[in-house]
């Protein structure tokens, strides 16, 4: 069937854009604006590392041992295991990090890091060197962004509701 000129020259702003996948399959975190982690030692307390959290407005810390990642401590462990502790603001966050916690390298793929995300149900995965160097951190909201930036500007722009019907016929109507 042959497209009339009037379709070939139809650019459907809110179709969704075939891009997608393949630019999940192809992408590697380099690739991605990666912030540069926040890194305490394993001595460091956990009110210190709340406070870099806070002061950082991030959810998550990277530890570190001689320059290594030996753990992560979020959010999700200052409320499973921290809260109920007599020593919770004096107590060394080495003691409740989450040891050995999955990390990326730089070049591993984004689809990749989205399946050890959804699999572990993480929101924060650690990135590092090839030798366990800590040089950023990968976030759900970083996924997201790059995701976001695929599709077009009037798509995002549709307010929410069942009740804005995109009209997809020839004649507009």
Known sequence: MHMSEFEEAYDDPYEVPSNIGGAILETVISDLPLRDPIVVETTATVTEAIQAMNDHHTGCVLVQRAGKLVGIFTERDVLTKVFYR?????????????????????????????????????????????????????????IVDFLVDLFPQEVLNLPPGSDHVIARSLDGG
């Open 86 to 142: 007599d020593d919770c603001r004096t107590a060394p966050v080495g003691e409740v990090m989450t040891s050995t916690p999955e990390s990326l390298q730089l070049d591993d793929g984004i689809a990749f890091a989205l399946n050890k995300m959804s699999v572990g149900g993480y929101r924060h995965i650690p990135v590092v060197e090839n030798d366990g160097k800590p040089v950023g951190v990968l976030s759900v909201r970083d």
